[in-house]
């Protein structure tokens, strides 16, 4: 793991002395490299989501951007966020590696938050905040609005640095070779989510307290210092890392199998001819603990990529000389089990749609409802993400500490829900958060109304049960969905199963703006009273949006259970670590499409507790990230 090259040499009495001093004994990575790691990652967190969970509110009161464009803006900063993680991962891995990937995504993330600081400390950098009623508010100019998009940009940027590099390069500073290494691995994540969650915490509440009733320059100011304080930390402990080198990305093998098989379109035929496919054995750093995958039937026409048509394909020590046109069978194999796994993916996109709605529509929602909590006291519109968070985290608490042991004690085994099962409550769940939605929706136009007032008199308290549904669609469905995607690949794919992941909230967030754009025209063509637009929520109709949106979680609960299920085990059977054994034939179509060949070398290992932890803590990251 460690960044060393390795060489074995017999002794040799005519050998010269050695003119440089040994390799000093203490070995780099371990516990002194992680206390950097984590004092890093503290205060990165702690900026990044002190912005991220206020930001429609700071995009509406300081911009005055509302309706569609402004969900647009938020939706399509989130998505691009989601797509430069995948960027960031292959950087790692082809070119840059984690430790520089990292240091280029925090200092990007910094000179994002020093601009956004800059647009609300510098009111010429805004529009005027001098409205006519709640309606009538001029709109910021194009200079200003770039400037804007220049700072959510380079956050951006940032974020693919961060997110698909953090954790897995903490995990890096552990041999996890060895048992000892292993329980330290263990361990880390636990303190990783320790201190990701008091992060969380004070962003959610002190600094988006400061920047809604204090001043948004300061409360900007304190998430800039906090990046400052989170590159400092992880210079400091720059001698102290283990440093893998990047090996290759797998994405680059992947389109060299697209490649090779369509250029040998042709070359199946000759199999009968005595072709034979390229499959040599595994070599290269950590050889040994990779599983090969076996040659399968699925997706046969990818087959093609491996077939050596001609001898003079290899070089003397054969290998291929063009890689764009020979692929080995493993690397076939990586891209089956890519594809065997996205009948789910897209039910995840469906699923995170979603769930987006309270990120958007929710903080709206608030923002014009009874936020008076005593005389003196309102309560921040950013603090409703908390609520999600807390049920998450309930749920969570619940689950391993009460359900688990107790099906341990009556039935003797530690049984855990299925990954079809909670995926499917989380479908059932996010149906009703936008059915309560709708109905809370229509309550409070229906009261502001009746009032004539821009604020409804009703308390925001009635927004709670479908902000606490959203958090158990992500504690059901979101985790179950990204453990999924790290148990059905192999070991040599997981920054791929943390990359799809991304690219599906990505996916997500841009279908739900298509969706919001093509509703706003329909109905503003057909409609007395159109579903979306405007400022003012109490003009439009968002509970019938709601409960389309609803009809699309219907459909998607349809075909999840009808078809991508079907991939799913929809059994439980269970190993010493609570490991779910999956589904060897999950559909007969004439060609195979047994998942469990990709995860076989999963399946051999008692890593359960741990991935789970993983995929806590990954779907953490994507619920904050899109608040």
């Given at each position: ?7 074995s040499?017999?002794a ?5 002395p050695?003119?440089h001093p040994?390799?000093?004994?203490r070995?780099?990575g371990?516990?002194?490299?992680i ?10 967190k ?6 991220i969970?206020?930001i ?8 005055n ?6 969900v647009?803006?938020i939706?399509?900063?989130n998505?691009?966020s989601?797509v430069?993680?995948?960027a960031g991962a292959?950087?790692s891995?082809?070119y840059l590696?984690k430790?520089?990937?990292l240091l ?11 601009t956004?600081?800059?647009?609300a ?5 805004r529009p005027?905040?001098?409205c ?7 709109q910021p ?6 400037i ?5 940009g380079?956050l951006s ?13 903490g995990?890096?500073q552990?041999d996890?070779?060895?048992e000892?290494?292993r329980i330290?691995?263990e361990?880390?994540?636990?303190w ?5 969650t008091?992060?969380?915490?004070i962003?959610?509440?002190a ?6 009733n204090?001043s948004w320059?300061?409360g900007?100011?304190?998430p800039t210092?906090c990046?400052?304080?989170?590159i400092?930390?992880?210079?400091l402990g720059?001698h ?15 389109l060299?199998v ?6 040998k ?12 496919y390229f ?6 750093y950590?050889?040994?603990q990779?599983t ?10 990818l ?10 394909e290899l070089n003397?020590?054969g290998m291929p000389?063009?890689g764009w046109?020979?692929?080995?069978i493993q690397q076939?194999?990586q ?7 996205m009948?789910?993916w ?6 995170f749609?979603?769930?987006?709605q309270?990120?958007?529509?929710g903080?709206?929602?608030?923002l014009?409802?009874n936020r008076?909590i005593g ?6 519109p950013?603090?409703m993400n908390i609520i999600?968070?807390?049920a ?11 359900y ?5 004690r ?10 079809k099962?909670r995926i ?6 996010s149906?009703l958060c ?11 136009r229906?009261s502001?109304?009746k009032?004539?007032s821009y ?6 308290a ?5 902000f ?5 669609t992500?504690?059901f ?6 453990e ?5 690949l192999p ?6 199963a943390g990359?799809?992941?991304f690219l599906?909230?990505?996916v997500s ?14 109905t ?6 159109p579903?979306l ?5 109490n003009?439009?109709?968002?509970d ?8 699309m979680?219907a459909?998607?609960?349809?075909y999840?259970n ?5 991939y799913v085990?929809?059994?439980n059977?269970l190993?010493s670590e609570?490991?779910?054994v999956?589904?060897e034939n999950p559909v007969?179509?004439?060609?195979s ?8 070398n999963?399946?051999?290992?008692e ?6 932890n993983i995929?806590t803590v ?5 619920s904050?990230m899109?608040e």
């Amino acid at each position: 793991m460690e960044n060393v090259n390795h060489s074995s040499s017999s002794a040799d009495d005519q050998d010269p002395p050695i003119l440089h001093p040994p390799p000093a004994t203490r070995k780099a990575g371990g516990w002194k490299a992680i206390k950097y790691i984590l004092g890093n990652e503290s205060f990165e967190k702690l900026a990044s989501m002190s912005l991220i969970a206020n930001i429609t509110v700071y995009l509406s009161k300081n911009y005055n951007l509302s309706g569609i464009f402004l969900v647009n803006v938020i939706n399509i900063w989130n998505g691009s966020s989601n797509v430069a993680s995948l960027a960031g991962a292959f950087v790692s891995d082809a070119y840059l590696g984690k430790f520089r990937t990292l240091l280029f995504g925090s200092v990007s993330s910094l000179l994002g938050m020093e601009t956004m600081t800059l647009t609300a400390g510098v009111d010429q950098l805004r529009p005027s905040r001098t409205c006519v009623g709640h309606t009538n508010c001029p709109q910021p100019k194009t200079w200003q609005l770039s400037i804007l998009f220049s700072g959510l940009g380079l956050l951006s940027i940032g974020a693919g640095g961060i997110r698909p590099c953090n954790i897995a390069f903490g995990a890096d500073q552990f041999d996890t070779k060895t048992e000892k290494g292993r329980i330290q691995l263990e361990s880390f994540f636990n303190w990783w989510y320790f201190t990701f969650t008091v992060a969380l915490v004070i962003a959610l509440t002190a600094v988006v307290y400061v920047q809604t009733n204090v001043s948004w320059t300061l409360g900007f100011a304190i998430p800039t210092a906090c990046f400052v304080f989170s590159i400092t930390i992880f210079l400091l402990g720059r001698h102290t890392y283990v440093q893998v080198k990047p090996e290759g990305s797998v994405f680059t093998n992947m389109l060299k199998v697209i490649n090779a098989a369509c250029r040998k379109h042709g070359a199946r035929d000759q199999l009968s001819s005595g072709k034979s496919y390229f499959d040599p054995d595994m070599t290269g750093y950590d050889a040994d603990q990779m599983t090969k995958l076996p040659h399968t039937n699925r997706f046969r026409f990818l087959d093609k990529a491996a077939i050596i048509v001609d001898p003079n394909e290899l070089n003397i020590h054969g290998m291929p000389k063009n890689g764009w046109r020979l692929c080995s069978i493993q690397q076939v194999e990586q891209l089956k089990c890519l594809l065997a796994v996205m009948p789910v993916w897209v039910s995840g996109v469906g699923t995170f749609i979603v769930m987006d709605q309270q990120n958007t529509f929710g903080v709206l929602q608030t923002l014009q409802m009874n936020r008076s909590i005593g005389t003196h006291f309102k309560f921040p519109p950013g603090w409703m993400n908390i609520i999600s968070m807390l049920a998450l985290s309930a749920w969570i608490y619940i689950y391993e500490r009460i359900y688990i042991p107790q099906m341990r004690r009556i039935t003797g085994e530690a049984k855990r829900l299925t990954t079809k099962q909670r995926i499917n409550i989380g479908i059932v769940m996010s149906i009703l958060c936008m059915l309560v939605s709708g109905i809370v929706e229509e309550h409070r136009r229906n009261s502001a109304l009746k009032h004539g007032s821009y604020v409804s008199p009703v308390t925001f308290a009635l927004l709670l049960p479908q902000f606490c549904l959203s958090g158990l669609t992500e504690a059901f469905s979101a985790i179950a969905i990204m453990e999924f995607f790290t148990m059905q690949l192999p070991d040599s794919m997981r920054t791929v199963a943390g990359a799809i992941f991304f690219l599906c909230l990505s996916v997500s967030s841009y279908l739900g703006a298509l969706v919001v754009n093509i509703i706003h025209k329909v109905t503003k063509e057909t409609s007395k009273v159109p579903w979306l637009g405007g400022h003012d929520l109490n003009n439009i109709r968002l509970d019938y949006y709601y409960y389309f949106i609803a009809v699309m979680g219907a459909l998607n609960f349809v075909y999840f259970n009808f078809f991508a299920s079907q991939y799913v085990s929809s059994r439980n059977d269970l190993g010493s670590e609570g490991r779910e054994v999956l589904l060897e034939n999950p559909v007969a179509r004439g060609h195979s499409t047994d998942l469990s060949e990709c995860n076989s070398n999963v399946m051999d290992k008692e890593k359960g507790t741990l991935e789970m932890n993983i995929d806590t803590v990954s779907v953490h990251q994507h619920s904050t990230m899109n608040e």
